[in-house]
């Protein structure tokens, strides 16, 4: 079954005024879903007019507006009564046009949000579109710090008070970005695409052990925060005993791949042990992760290099 995940009061709340969105009529249907439900499986998202395979959220140009003017009193009526039995989430009329009274009557008696906006339908669409494709897609919250480092979103895991945080804090110093602590929340962009955001209740707090909430923008500056990143590279650190680390593959080292949303996302393993510079290790994980994504593979170098010496001996 397909859940709506967002309504037309969220959608009026956090991009009304960018959006220049105003009511018309039908405010009774202020918590319609602009997700899918159960009886509409086969809409589209966002779109002009469509009475055969109607949308979500119905964008009325003046092309439309010219269609409804160009029929008698009695076919408008039944279009637009085909209009609003579809149960559209919105109606929006783009460039500030006036719509047929019939329609607005419509809609404030089958409680059909009916807006205004004044941007250009074109326009309109492309910003709803990516509004709904963000604010509709799978979504899932993972425990650690997310981070921007050298380009990559990397997302920093591990067991309670093993010093996630402290590491995320000495790579802001190091001119890393972060984008959230402790509860990152990611969706699926794309078919091979995952990206991180930060709650807004956490968004620029860092929480230290010993020096408590941090905020990072107030500290370090707008440059410290980033707003999203797509997910490269999970980064876990684990606590090993002396014994353990003789056993790690020191060639390939510890890499694996965790399933976030489906997607597969790479991961490795970093030791945490004392002695060691944990900012320095990220850092030259995401390095060399970048690295695998334009070709080269160190191991597999260094192991074609000893085979050719070898052939030579």
């Known amino acids: 079954m397909n859940v709506a995940l967002s309504t037309v009061n969220a959608l009026m709340?956090?991009?009304?005024?960018?959006?220049?969105?105003?009511?018309?009529?039908?405010?009774?249907?202020?918590?319609?879903?602009?997700?899918?439900d159960e009886q509409t499986p086969g809409q589209a998202l966002v779109g002009f007019l469509n009475l055969i395979h109607?949308?979500?959220?119905?964008?009325?140009?003046?092309?439309?507006?010219?269609?409804?003017?160009?029929?008698?009193?009695?076919?408008?009526?039944?279009e637009i009564q085909r209009l609003l039995d579809a149960r559209p989430a919105v109606v929006i009329v783009s460039e500030g046009l006036a719509p047929p009274e019939e329609l607005v009557a419509g809609a404030e008696a089958t409680d059909t949000?009916?807006?205004?906006?004044?941007?250009?339908?074109?326009?309109?669409?492309?910003c709803l579109r990516h509004y709904l494709g963000d604010e509709l897609a799978e979504k899932t919250v993972l425990h650690g710090v997310f981070m921007e480092v050298n380009g990559l979103g990397v997302l920093i895991t591990g067991e309670s008070g093993i010093g996630k945080s402290e590491l995320a804090l000495e790579l802001i110093t190091r001119n890393h970005r972060l984008i959230a602590d402790d509860a990152p929340e990611f969706s699926r962009v794309g078919p091979e695409t995952v990206r991180g955001r930060c709650p807004a209740a956490l968004q620029d707090f860092l929480e230290v052990r010993g020096l408590g909430l941090l905020d990072v923008r107030a500290m370090y500056g707008d440059s410290a925060i980033k707003q999203n990143k797509d997910l490269g590279l999970i980064v876990r650190l684990q606590r090993l005993a002396a014994e353990d680390l003789d056993h790690l593959d020191r060639v390939h080292g510890s890499h694996q791949q965790q399933c976030v949303l489906d997607i597969d996302v790479p991961q490795v393993s970093i030791p945490v042990a004392p002695g060691r510079n944990l900012a320095v290790l990220v850092e030259a994980a995401a390095r060399n992760h970048i690295l695998l994504r334009k070709g080269y593979n160190a191991p597999q170098a260094f192991i074609e290099r000893q085979r050719k010496l070898i052939e030579q001996a």
Do not use: C, M
């Open 54 to 78: 109607p949308n979500r959220v119905q964008i009325i140009s003046q092309h439309e507006l010219d269609y409804f003017a160009a029929l008698d009193d009695e076919a408008r009526q039944a």
């Open 13 to 36: 709340q956090s991009r009304g005024r960018l959006l220049k969105l105003h009511w018309l009529a039908g405010r009774g249907g202020v918590e319609r879903g602009l997700g899918f």
């Open 113 to 126: 949000p009916l807006l205004s906006s004044s941007l250009g339908s074109i326009k309109l669409i492309g």
